[in-house]
């Protein structure tokens, strides 16, 4: 399947001129204005992007701006077309993250080099991003499987939250709940770096871990470390391997997702939106399932008492908007999860 281009430039002549060139070897999509531009990458994502800088009503800059400023968008590498061949001019631009320029009037066959020579580059970016996700993915599976394996008392509860975090996200992009900020995730995997959200229970001892009866206040207080224990554990390897999206995403989730919207939560005490959307969805899944699950210290509890629950802490322990969401969702997880039908 050939590579997608999109040239974007005001003069029907350039774009005739381009579109000449590549059109043999890639799929070429013209238009005539930023504004247009800004338009049809709503609907369709290119392989890389040629931008005129100078265009009457949008700029190149600012649709390069565009651009970076959205998730789905971002990492898409535009080459500016320019008759300009002033220093500030492309020093601006390679600051910004242009990956090059072509200049005006066009040679041919520079510019069809030049195309090939970044999509490629695009391309093996792509492969080896790939890769590092893969080798994430493993990362978190073999820590959540000691974490698993440590806590045995909890069953399968990461693979349970995992699965109604997912099912959240779909539902709260449904309902336009958080909708700028999660419309760019990947559900799945946010769904995976769900899986480390009680990572630092690794440094907390047995003896509190698998206490049958209840915790005393300073057994308590080492239990609530954990979400700082999985912060560091994380940071550490984020240290060591240069980061990424990925392990970000997993810090938020360890981290937060014993905070509570009014305050009174830990370990930092947020509330409302200062605390991340990560940590705020993981609260609703982790609090329904140790609810429904039988622990060493207590029953499971009935489904019907456990959405009371989750219900009376509305605006309390959990972010309302989150909450409406959840209980549309509620019959499907009940279902899917714990053989229930409400």
């Known amino acids: 399947m050939k590579k997608t281009?999109?040239?974007?430039?005001?003069?029907?002549?350039?774009?005739?001129?381009?579109?000449?060139?590549?059109?043999?070897?890639?799929?070429?999509?013209?238009?005539?204005?930023?504004?247009?531009?800004?338009?049809?990458?709503?609907?369709?994502?290119?392989?890389?992007?040629?931008?005129?800088?100078?265009?009457?009503?949008?700029?190149?800059?600012?649709?390069?701006?565009?651009?970076?400023?959205?998730?789905?968008?971002?990492?898409?590498?535009?080459?500016?077309?320019?008759?300009?061949?002033?220093h500030e001019t492309e020093s601006k631009a390679l600051e910004m993250g242009v990956v090059?320029?072509?200049?005006?009037?066009?040679?041919?066959?520079?510019?069809?080099?030049?195309?090939?020579?970044?999509?490629?580059?695009?391309?093996?970016?792509?492969?080896?991003?790939?890769q590092l996700y893969n080798a994430n993915r493993d990362v978190v599976f073999v820590l959540a499987d000691v974490v698993e394996n440590r806590d045995e008392l909890t069953g399968d509860h990461l693979g349970r939250t995992s699965y109604i975090v997912k099912i959240l996200l779909k539902r709260m992009l449904e309902k336009s709940v958080y909708e700028e900020q999660i419309s760019g995730?990947?559900?799945d995997l946010m769904s995976e770096c769900s899986l480390l959200h009680d990572v630092g229970?690794?440094?907390?001892?047995?003896?509190?871990?698998?206490?049958?009866?209840?915790?005393?206040?300073?057994?308590?207080?080492?239990?609530?470390?954990?979400?700082?224990?999985?912060?560091?554990?994380?940071?550490?390897?984020?240290?060591?391997?240069?980061?990424?999206?990925?392990?970000?995403?997993?810090?938020?989730?360890?981290?937060?997702h014993h905070e509570h919207w009014d305050g009174k939560g830990y370990p930092y005490g947020l509330s409302g939106e200062d605390i991340p959307l990560q940590g705020r969805i993981m609260a609703i899944a982790d609090v329904f399932d140790a609810l429904m699950s039988k622990r060493i210290y207590k029953e499971e509890f009935p489904a019907e008492q456990a959405l009371e629950i989750i219900a009376s802490e509305k605006g309390k322990h959990f972010d309302p908007k989150i909450v409406e969401a959840f209980f549309d969702v509620k019959e499907e997880i009940c279902r899917e999860l714990y053989d229930i039908v409400l």
């Not at 504004?35 to 649709?63: C, H, N, Q, S, Y």
């Not at 391997?241 to 810090?251: D, E, I, M, P, R």
């Open 5 to 86: 281009i999109f040239v974007v430039d005001d003069s029907i002549s350039n774009l005739t001129t381009i579109s000449e060139v590549l059109s043999p070897y890639y799929a070429v999509r013209t238009i005539p204005s930023g504004t247009k531009a800004i338009e049809r990458l709503e609907k369709m994502i290119p392989d890389i992007v040629l931008l005129d800088i100078e265009m009457p009503e949008i700029d190149g800059f600012d649709v390069f701006r565009h651009l970076r400023n959205d998730e789905r968008l971002k990492e898409i590498p535009v080459i500016f077309l320019t008759a300009k061949k002033d």
């Open 100 to 130: 090059d320029f072509i200049s005006k009037p066009f040679n041919p066959a520079v510019l069809l080099n030049r195309v090939k020579h970044h999509i490629g580059i695009a391309e093996l970016v792509r492969e080896r991003t790939a």
């Open 185 to 187: 995730w990947d559900f």
């Open 201 to 256: 229970k690794i440094k907390v001892a047995d003896t509190i871990l698998k206490k049958p009866g209840k915790l005393t206040s300073e057994e308590y207080d080492i239990m609530k470390s954990h979400a700082v224990y999985g912060e560091n554990i994380i940071e550490t390897i984020i240290a060591r391997s240069g980061g990424n999206v990925f392990l970000h995403n997993a810090k938020l989730f360890a981290v937060s």
